[in-house]
């Protein structure tokens, strides 16, 4: 297995591509547009130097192999978390041909540390059924209360 590394504003147009591969596994689709993929590259592109996101990923034989992304939030306080420092995980990525070869394990290891060095006593994440397991294994569960999500049209 090749080792994890930071991305570098190089990496941006394959994280895109795993944001595609990411948005048809969870039967989203991209919609035909290009107009996400340029606000993604931009905010990948200043995210990633202001460290209000980390994306780690794994190089593969043509291109990356696996990916995953963290974004800090910061919300009010509460008792089961005083900081208000929130992490969301935007998308864990593994290529097809690379799967089952603990790509995601890892970088999910480096997301858990970028985001225990910062404080984050809260992440939430949307899983898909393949990567249930791995985030059930880190410790993720279903939260007790009822998210609900307004979406504009």
């Given at each position: 297995?090749n080792?994890?590394r930071?991305a570098?504003?190089?990496?941006?147009?394959?994280?895109?591509?795993?944001?595609?591969?990411?948005?048809?596994?969870?039967?989203?689709g991209?919609?035909?547009?290009?107009?996400?993929?340029?606000?993604?590259?931009r905010?990948?592109?200043?995210?990633?130097?202001?460290?209000?996101?980390?994306?780690f990923?794994?190089?593969?034989?043509?291109?990356?192999?696996?990916?995953?992304?963290?974004?800090?939030?910061?919300?009010?306080?509460?008792?089961?978390?005083?900081?208000?420092?929130?992490?969301?995980?935007?998308?864990?990525?593994?290529?097809?041909?690379?799967?089952?070869q603990?790509?995601?394990?890892?970088?999910?290891?480096?997301?858990?540390?970028?985001?225990?060095?910062?404080?984050?006593?809260?992440?939430?994440?949307?899983?898909?059924?393949?990567?249930e397991?791995?985030?059930?294994?880190?410790?993720?569960?279903?939260?007790?209360?009822?998210?609900?999500?307004?979406?504009?049209?």
């Amino acid at each position: 297995m090749n080792a994890v590394r930071p991305a570098i504003p190089d990496d941006i147009p394959e994280l895109l591509r795993h944001r595609e591969l990411l948005f048809t596994a969870m039967g989203r689709g991209t919609g035909g547009s290009s107009e996400w993929r340029e606000a993604a590259a931009r905010d990948f592109k200043e995210r990633l130097s202001d460290q209000t996101m980390a994306a780690f990923v794994v190089d593969g034989p043509a291109g990356l192999a696996a990916s995953g992304v963290g974004c800090l939030d910061r919300r009010m306080p509460s008792p089961e978390n005083p900081t208000g420092h929130w992490g969301y995980i935007s998308g864990m990525v593994t290529d097809p041909a690379c799967r089952r070869q603990g790509h995601a394990r890892a970088i999910m290891t480096e997301l858990l540390a970028w985001f225990g060095l910062r404080d984050v006593r809260r992440i939430q994440l949307s899983a898909t059924a393949d990567g249930e397991a791995l985030y059930r294994h880190f410790g993720f569960q279903e939260h007790p209360a009822t998210v609900l999500t307004w979406l504009a049209h």
